[in-house]
C-alpha cells in the first residue's frame, strides 16, 4: 500500500488524505514535522538525505523529519522517523510551526504546514543508511555561515526554518 499523508487546511485542520508521492506532485498543503536535534555542546545534528532519496538527495538537513500518518498524532510520528532515521530517540517538545511551499526536484512541491521539533541528546547515531548518506555535528555560528556561503548544499525547508529554530 502506498503512504498516504494528511491533507490539512491553513489552520492545520485535515481535510483528507492523500498519497505521499502524488501530494508532492500536484503541490497540495499536507501536515509534516522536522526534528532539531542539539547535544550538550550546543551543536546542531546535521543528516546528509541519501541520494536515492525521492527529493533534494544528497543535501544537509535537520536531523530527521518526515509525514504523520493519517490518524497518527504529529509527537509519535516523529519519534517514529527519529529512530527509523537516526537510530535513536529523545525526548522532544514543539518548538514551532510555519507553512511553506516551494519547487523542488524532480518535479515536485513541498507544500507543508510542518511542526518544528526539538530535543537534546548526547549519545550515539546509527543512521539507517536507506536515508541517510551521512551526519555530523556542527555549531551554531559554523552552520549558520555555511547556510548563507552554500545555501545550495541544504534542503529548503531547512534554510527557511534554521534561523527561528536557532534563535
Given at each position: 500500500?502506498?503512504?498516504?499523508?494528511?491533507?490539512?487546511n491553513e489552520q492545520d485542520q485535515p481535510i483528507g488524505e492523500g498519497e505521499k508521492m502524488q501530494t508532492h506532485q500536484e503541490g497540495k498543503l499536507h501536515r509534516s514535522?522536522?526534528?532539531?536535534?542539539f547535544n550538550s555542546k550546543g551543536e546542531v545534528l546535521l543528516q546528509q538525505r541519501a541520494k536515492s532519496k525521492y527529493h533534494s538527495g544528497g543535501l544537509w538537513?535537520?536531523?530527521?523529519?518526515?509525514?504523520?500518518?493519517?490518524?497518527?498524532?504529529?509527537?509519535a510520528a516523529?519519534?517514529?522517523?527519529?529512530?527509523e532515521e537516526m537510530g535513536f530517540d529523545c525526548e522532544l517538545q514543539?518548538?514551532?510551526?510555519?507553512t511553506y511551499k516551494v519547487k523542488l526536484d524532480h518535479d515536485l512541491w513541498e507544500h507543508e504546514y510542518d511542526h518544528?521539533?526539538?530535543?537534546?541528546y548526547d549519545g550515539q547515531v546509527h543512521p539507517n543508511?536507506?536515508?541517510v548518506e551521512d551526519f555530523e555535528w556542527v555549531d551554531k555560528q559554523t552552520?549558520?555561515?555555511?547556510?548563507?556561503?552554500?545555501?545550495?548544499?541544504?534542503?529548503?525547508?531547512?534554510?527557511i526554518v534554521l534561523p527561528r529554530t536557532l534563535s
Open positions: 500500500m502506498k503512504e498516504q499523508v494528511t491533507l490539512v514535522f522536522s526534528i532539531f536535534i538537513s535537520n536531523a530527521a523529519c518526515g509525514h504523520p500518518r493519517p490518524g497518527e498524532e504529529t509527537l516523529a519519534h517514529r522517523r527519529l529512530q514543539e518548538l514551532l510551526q510555519f518544528v521539533c526539538k530535543g537534546k543508511l536507506e536515508e552552520l549558520l555561515r555555511e547556510v548563507k556561503r552554500y545555501p545550495e548544499r541544504y534542503t529548503e525547508w531547512f534554510r
